[in-house]
């Protein structure tokens, strides 16, 4: 491979890494912060996308009517598509915690499942809602014309940075606002939080409110990344494990963890892509996949048994208030 | 309709099988065993390899069993596939699972290590069989007419049948034996079995032959009934998951009642709605009842 | 010695430290009565005793034997028994269930032990098919000691038997702990009700913040002013 291949290759992984990173920021807030078991991330990252597909992409006419159906077409600008985006997955967060969250924590766990198997399902089977399995394609890429083409992703590269720091900034005040020391210390011991007179319950339905916006933004960054979406590319693996592996990594409770997870993770993935698809007879290289969907299910386990607290570990000092 | 409730109760005497083994890790293990679903594909494939290939090499005739598309080989396979499935279990549990508990970690982190888990055993069936459909056998069977217009095929009865013999088993060995006996006991109050000087190493031990046997089982029966697929398990977490909410945590009744709900209302819904949204079904289930009643029909906690 | 020794126990919950230098015994068929107020320790020292906490400081000596850190199914099957003060019964297990229950680790001469068990409770024998989740309070009570009686210990170790017990329930515990020592099992006690406990005991220490401040006869123990104003509440 040339140097400007490998140039592509590399930006193209930090702009995954990026998308990946968001989301982890998402499951941060919720499992993190919160002690949230969300395992239907894939769920929140479908619905960002295809919101933001159906808010920027306009009505099918003429022709094309009779191969693509969607319910809407607005046609908006992209800012639109992801404002869209966070505040209709965070909707379906509010929707999925309130029935779970004043019960064990585990159900949290089972409903999302359900809601990200639910989710899949509908787009899969219902046509008119956002074209069934063949899903949306050509997704309008934001300031295109600012760009010349081959120079395109680098200016995606860039939002997608911006979209990661802003989306961290905005998280790292939280946290140490009021509002942050109540969701850790929530976190910490439930039952002295509920006896100081916390509402336990309003406090973990923000936490898991906010993370899937996170991560309804994620889904729509991706969406006009890859510019073509359908139901099976929200895989409980691509979906919601590789997410969790990242922040387990990386470490959870941290941001600087989520982020550094997310582009470890990736790159590990994409990275033993090149090496099983140079080295392995074509027999094994069909079966590349499920080699590292093995390899990265070891490191979750590994993570779990040998450094639960992952790399970077928790973030030790939350407040500066502490400090004194 | 009546052929609808009569396959639920088909689908939904599989689903109990494996909701029962999950409500006993769940009641006395104490954590939500997300690996369940993967080990009923487990127990279906380690069949598939036993009936279609290591026994025939050894010479094993198939012995054919009547109107049932398969033979007392299969059976045979059956049953060690229970065994093996079992024994991988107690391996994982002793690997991962021990570690964890010794560590004192809470119920959520043995639940993730259970999902890594059901990647991990996902992952290596792919890459053993590969992602494509596989059958037991390709025979069509006829199905028998029974009275008030219901066909069923012989093999959806042997299904009902094996069910019913399994969970009289249990039955009995929860009720009549002591290790039964201590198992219940430390679902109820696990340190109180402790101050007995019940032995938790063995009662563990069990939990995880017993659950993990039960969901071999399921998996072989599924098998038989539709086809083997990867993610087959996975995709019966949902309504695993409801039966046993829907019977109350740590129920094995509840789970058996649970799992017929679960197949029945699956089965019928698809009068309404695409088959494929079964697992949907399952989810409305338990959002339902989430709402309604979360302790479940004979629940406690 | 026979009996239990406890010999400068320090013990407590991970970082928590509870119990500092604390020192008792009971001799064979003897009744010992521990009182003091909330947080002294008593329960944390029943448990450091039957294993259920790790002491670190100190031993525990039972019958000759240095039975320190021991854990329960050790502890069982060398004569001593113990009966929790909240969750002390397998609820959805019938009163025959549990007390199989308690005679878990060794089988032989189940039957007898069973029958003695159902003549001490009479009650208990009526009931035995019932599950004991749904058994009054009473009953309860006596099925949870009832379990810890199959295995014929010889040091019995009751964490406030009598709590939560309507007043007639109280005297009827007691008595019945009178009888299980009359038959030779000694009995360490912890109990709030001190008065009925001192009176069924021959011993008595008095426990606060994780130390023994007071031993001696209970007569003496009742008498004293001291003891009687600040744990036996008043006038009775």
Redesign the interface.
């Known amino acids: 491979m040339d140097v400007s291949g490998l140039f592509s290759y590399l930006v193209s992984l930090a702009i995954m890494g990026g998308i990946y990173a968001v989301f982890a920021l998402g499951l941060n807030v919720q499992w993190g912060y919160t002690?949230l078991?969300n395992?239907g991330i894939a769920g929140f990252f479908a619905v960002g996308a295809y919101t933001s597909a159906l808010i920027t992409t306009p009505m099918p006419e003429g022709v094309y009517a009779t191969y693509v159906q969607q319910l809407v077409g607005l046609d908006l600008p992209f800012p639109l598509g992801l404002l869209g985006a966070a505040m209709v997955s965070g909707v379906l967060g509010l929707i999925i915690g309130l029935?779970?969250l004043r019960?064990r924590?585990?159900?949290l766990?089972?409903?999302t499942?359900?809601?990200a198997?639910?989710i899949r399902?509908?787009f899969?089977?219902e046509q008119w809602l956002a074209n069934g399995p063949r899903g949306l394609t050509g997704l309008p890429q934001p300031w295109r014309s600012w760009v010349e083409p081959q120079h395109y992703h680098y200016l995606y590269l860039i939002i997608v940075l911006v979209a990661v720091a802003v989306v961290y900034w905005a998280i790292e005040r939280g946290i140490r606002s009021p509002w942050g020391r109540v969701l850790r210390a929530i976190r910490e011991d439930e039952v002295a939080a509920a006896m100081n007179g916390k509402d336990v319950f309003a406090f973990k339905l923000q936490a898991l409110v906010l993370g899937a916006a996170i991560m309804g933004l994620g889904g729509a960054l991706y969406a006009h990344y890859v510019r073509a979406i359908s139901p099976d590319a929200f895989t409980?693996?691509f979906g919601t494990?590789l997410i969790?592996v990242m922040l387990?990594l990386g470490g959870s409770g941290n941001n600087k963890g989520a982020i550094l997870g997310a582009f470890l993770v990736w790159g590990i993935w994409t990275g033993s892509t090149f090496v099983t698809d140079q080295t392995l007879p074509p027999f094994w290289a069909a079966?590349a996949p499920?080699?590292r969907?093995?390899l990265?299910?070891?490191i979750?386990?590994a993570i779990?048994?040998l450094r639960?607290q992952g790399i970077l570990g928790e973030e030790r000092q939350v407040s500066k208030l502490l400090e004194e | 309709m009546t052929e609808l409730m009569v396959y639920g109760v088909v689908l939904g005497s599989i689903i109990a099988l494996g909701a029962i083994g999950l409500t006993l890790l769940y009641g006395i293990l104490r954590?939500?065993h997300?690996a369940h679903g993967d080990l009923m594909t487990l127990g279906a494939y380690v069949v598939l390899f036993l009936n279609a290939e290591l026994l025939p090499a050894l010479g094993v005739p198939e012995l054919k069993l009547g109107p049932l598309s398969f033979g007392a080989r299969m059976l045979g396979s059956l049953v060690l596939s229970m065994g093996v499935t079992a024994v991988v279990a107690l391996v994982i549990d002793r690997l991962?699972y021990n570690?964890?508990r010794a560590r004192k970690s809470s119920?959520?982190?043995l639940?993730?290590?259970s999902?890594?888990?059901a990647?991990?055993v996902?992952?290596?069936i792919?890459?053993i069989w590969?992602p494509q459909f596989l059958f037991y056998s390709q025979e069509l069977r006829p199905a028998w007419e029974l009275p008030l217009e219901v066909r069923l095929r012989p093999d959806q009865v042997f299904i009902l049948v094996f069910v019913l013999l399994l969970v009289l088993l249990l039955y009995l060995f929860l009720q009549r034996t002591k290790l039964g006996k201590a198992m219940r006991a430390t679902a109820d109050n696990p340190q109180l079995a402790w101050v007995c000087g019940i032995d938790t190493g063995r009662v563990t031990a069990w939990t995880w032959a017993l659950g993990a046997g039960l969901a071999a089982a399921a998996g072989v029966l599924y098998g038989i009934d539709a086809q083997l697929r990867p993610d087959m398990g996975?995709?019966f977490?949902?309504p695993l998951?409801a039966a046993v909410?829907l019977g109350g945590i740590g129920s094995p009744l509840g789970a058996l009642v649970g799992g017929l709900i679960l197949g029945v209302v699956q089965q019928v819904s698809t009068a309404f709605l695409?088959p494929?949204?079964k697992?949907?079904v399952?989810?409305?289930v338990?959002?339902l009842l989430?709402?309604v009643r979360?302790r479940g029909l004979f629940g406690g906690t | 010695m026979a009996g239990l020794d406890v010999h400068h126990i320090s013990s407590g919950y991970g970082e928590m430290s509870i119990l500092h230098d604390v020192s008792i015994r009971v001799e064979p068929g003897e009744v010992v009565t521990l009182i003091g107020p909330n947080g002294a320790g008593k329960s944390t020292l029943l448990k450091t005793i039957f294993g259920l906490l790790t002491p670190t400081e100190g031993r525990i000596l039972f019958e000759d034997a240095d039975v320190t850190g021991m854990k329960p199914p050790h502890l069982v099957r060398r004569g001593m028994s113990y009966v929790p003060q909240v969750d002390n019964i397998f609820p959805s297990l019938t009163v025959q269930e549990n007390l199989e229950m308690g005679a878990f680790v060794r089988h032989d001469g189940f039957a007898e032990r069973l029958d003695e068990l159902y003549t001490f409770f009479p009650t208990l024998r009526l009931k035995r098919k019932q599950r004991v989740g749904s058994l009054s309070g009473g009953e309860r009570q006596m099925v949870a000691m009832g379990r810890a009686l199959m295995l014929d210990p010889r040091l019995l170790l009751l964490d406030e038997p009598s709590a939560g017990l309507a007043p007639r329930l109280v005297g009827m515990v007691f008595d019945k702990m009178a009888e299980i020592n009359r038959a030779g099992i000694a009995l360490l006690i912890v109990e709030q009700n001190a008065r009925e406990a001192l009176r069924l005991s021959q011993r008595g220490y008095v426990m606060a913040g994780g130390q023994v401040r007071l031993e001696g006869e209970s007569g003496q123990l009742l008498q004293d002013e001291e003891v009687g104003r600040l744990y036996l509440g008043g006038r009775r």
């Open positions: 002690g078991f395992i029935p779970t019960l924590e585990d159900y766990a089972i409903a499942i359900g809601i198997e639910a399902l509908i899969n089977n409980p693996l494990f969790w387990m079966r499920y080699v969907f093995l990265i299910g070891l979750l386990e779990i048994l639960p | 954590f939500a997300f991962l570690p964890l119920p959520i982190i639940a993730m290590a999902l890594g888990m990647f991990i996902r992952s290596v792919y890459l590969g996975w995709s977490l949902l998951f909410i695409l494929t949204y697992p949907a399952a989810f409305l338990l959002i989430l709402f979360p």
